[in-house]
Nanobody, 116 residues
Framework: QVQLVESGGGLVQAGGSLRLSCAAS????????MGWFRQAPGKEREFVAT???HYADSVKGRFTISRDNAKNTVYLQIASLKPEDTAAYYC??????????????WGQGTQVTVSS
């Protein structure tokens, strides 16, 4: 069992940066693939990035995913933010994939709002 808690979201101007964190509990954290997804109001949840350096085309070159197994934490560094990046961001643990159904565990989400 893995429990995930995201933090680091907020309100930022276009062009700004944020670092999202996802703290995981559970001794088996290192055995899971980790990913980030996001969901904007009225839209379906979409893939953002997964460890293994796979990124959605919309975020390539701006977002960087990393993990620190010693701290049981996954990060999403986001830069050059655009208003269309506004969404609730979720981290997830499961099997390596770009599809949400492959992830068994989800955090509660952290809101990122980008003003123009």
């Amino acid at each position: 069992q893995v429990q995930l808690v995201e933090s680091g979201g907020g309100l930022v101007q276009a062009g700004g940066s944020l670092r999202l964190s996802c703290a995981a509990s559970g001794r088996t954290f290192s055995s899971y693939a980790m990913g980030w997804f996001r969901q904007a109001p009225g839209k379906e949840r979409e893939f953002v990035a997964t460890i293994g350096t796979h990124y959605a085309d919309s975020v390539k070159g701006r977002f960087t995913i990393s993990r620190d197994n010693a701290k049981n934490t996954v990060y999403l560094q986001i830069a050059s933010l655009k208003p269309e990046d506004t969404a609730a961001y979720y981290c997830a643990a499961g099997s390596y994939s770009t599809t949400s159904k492959s992830y068994n565990y989800w955090g509660q989400g952290t809101q990122v709002t980008v003003s123009s």
